[in-house]
């Protein structure tokens, strides 16, 4: 049930002086999702996000629910097989924001169309009854209606397979809203800052709100560090002072994605290139009403919550998609430019500096003292990630022991039948709480239409929806995570900043600085906006 959410109860709640079963560090996919399933089995649950939900990692994926076919290329079966029974849960559960969507993968080589075709054919046959269609082989004038921004020269056919897509920034949200309804506290911009530890066990956190500078203490008998690349950070804290520190686990690995027009990839249909010159994968996705190209694999040392493109990254996507598609992107054509990092598991004395032979897998490490650490993993396999942790935590006596499987079918507020994700943003993503939102001031009032349709994609109702029910606190939270237009149009959301600024400042009253807000977003906008 749609819920309002104020700040001043969420940390009402705070304040109770209460034993929680689980308190959980980090609101990206994988901390919402033991968020959701912890919830969902009765457990008392509470969550803080330093930043806001998914500003991590979780909103910069390509945003594909899919088994990975590159891992089947590397003969990974078991995790493309969970992976497959992942994404079918994972678009069950939220139709409105992910839905399946087909690839076709076109040939250069006379060799490569039946090459594909067997492998995609096996990843049908792994996908069994949870497949989204059949692989089918296509001729060279099928390929080009299919994917008319291919370019047509040296075709030799194709293979169309499908996976499935979503809006990754809203599925978090949505995955919060869904836990507070069943009992969770959750709450962004309160940032974990200790550990409690008793007699060498860790018995809770310390935090601390972002907004306000208030430190408090919350009581648990397990804590899940669910902070993706940050986790050794988190680990750093369950140490007695003299203590060595831990041995770090996870190996960054950044992924730059550019955004262009929807006229460099026309038509439904995604196209995925298995092999670039150096031996890379690289996608063109339309996604609300724009193009992504990417993505690029590059270890990375520090970790940065805003991480920057390498212009060697820019180079090879825009030269890849040159490559193979009719019209090539030129820089100027890039709308936004966004990066992320991925948590790769490092195996105790593996070379750093090879990020391709790190582990795609998830690990969850319980410590002496009884932190659960949880990462790696796909943004896919979050909800079975979340299971993993939720058994070993129970099995290890952190936890009141509850039966699982209770989130494969666990619809998330608002699931109902949806639009291809392809489509420019609108009232639609909301699924049947687009009724409220439209009863919500100003909903007729459009900030932004998409240019190419004229459909509205964000309007003062939207931005009022966000901080009413889904516990946006500032410009950046509705331009880039509830509506995304940062991501899709880094300049035109600097010119929405104002105007958002100032809804919000009446949402949230006296204590909002809209114009700090506006400008620290705009100052981010342009980073986006700016290629190396
Ligand atoms: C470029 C790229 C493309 C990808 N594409 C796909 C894809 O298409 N499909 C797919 O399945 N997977 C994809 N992935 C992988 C997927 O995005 C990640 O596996 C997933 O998002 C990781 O989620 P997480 O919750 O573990 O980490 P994060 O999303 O980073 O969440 C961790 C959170 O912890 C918070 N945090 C850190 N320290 C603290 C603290 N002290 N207190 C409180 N909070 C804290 C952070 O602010 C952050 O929000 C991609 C990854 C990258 C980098």
Redesign the pocket.
Known sequence: MSQLLPRSDLIAQLQQAKDWDLAI????????GVALDAAARGLGVVL???????????????????GGVRYLAQGNVGLVRE?LHERSALLANAPHVAQRLPFVMPGYHWWERGFYGVGLKAYDLLAGRQGLGSTELLSTRRTLELLPGAKPDGLWGGVRYWDGQFD?ARYCVLLARTAAARGALLLNH????GLLREAGQVRGLR?RDKETGVDRELRARCVVN?????VD??RQMDRDAGAPQPRPMVAP?????LIVDRKFLPGSHAMLVPKTEDGRVMFAVPWMGKTIL???DTPREDLA?EPTAFSQDVGFILHEAGRYLAKAPQRSDVRSVW?????LVKPVGEDAANTKTLSREHTVLISASGLVT?????????RSMAEDVLQQAMERGLVPKRPGGVTVRLPLLGAAPGRPLGEPAGEHLYGSEAELLRSLPGAGNWLWRDPESGQGSLSEAMVRFAVRYEMARDVEDVLARRSRLLFLDAAESARQAPAVGAILAEELGPGFDAAASTASFVALAELYATLP
Do not use: C, N
């Open positions: 560090i980090g609101g990206g996919a994988t901390g919402l803080v996000e330093s930043h806001d939900f998914s500003q991590g990692t979780s909103s910069r994926a390509t945003k594909l629910a899919h992976a990754d309160m940032e974990a800052t935090v669910a902070t993706g690349v940050w950070e988190v690995s950044q992924g730059v994605h990417g993505t690029t919550r990066v992320g990092l991925r948590p949880v990462t790696g993993g796909k943004w896919t396999t979050y």
